[in-house]
């Protein structure tokens, strides 16, 4: 369940995220909106997680990969380019992640 947790906490960030670019600095609210409630259910199932997985094994994979859904949003929501050394880059996180994931049951109480 813990995972499951950690994966509601990583799309929450991920929606919020891309929703403050939409708020434009905050002048638009419906996407204001989506960024409190996407950072409050965020940080609320994180908090859950971490009830069984160590701060640095999720902390790593919610922010990685926060990082590489969110390069992916930008690339397909608001048109920004992606190179090869974007993409080496979120093949690094996606196998750190893959590693960490792997490697952690020891990591759970």
């Given amino acids: 369940m813990q995972w499951l947790y950690l994966a509601i906490a990583i799309v929450s960030e991920v929606v919020a995220t891309s929703a403050l670019k939409a708020a434009d600095g905050f002048t638009r609210w419906e996407p204001m909106l989506l960024v409190v409630a996407g950072y409050t259910l965020a940080f609320y199932f994180l908090s859950l997680?971490?009830?069984?997985?160590?701060?640095?094994?999720?902390?790593?994979?919610?922010?990685?990969?926060?990082?590489?859904?969110?390069?992916?949003?930008?690339?397909?929501?608001?048109?920004?380019?992606?190179?090869?050394?974007?993409?080496?880059?979120?093949?690094?996180?996606?196998?750190?992640?893959?590693?960490?994931?792997?490697?952690?049951?020891?990591?759970?109480?």
């Fill in 49 to 109: 997680a971490l009830r069984t997985i160590q701060l640095g094994v999720a902390y790593a994979i919610w922010s990685g990969v926060g990082v590489a859904l969110i390069i992916l949003v930008g690339w397909i929501l608001y048109r920004q380019p992606l190179n090869m050394a974007s993409f080496i880059g979120i093949s690094l996180i996606v196998s750190g992640v893959i590693v960490l994931h792997l490697f952690s049951r020891s990591a759970i109480h």
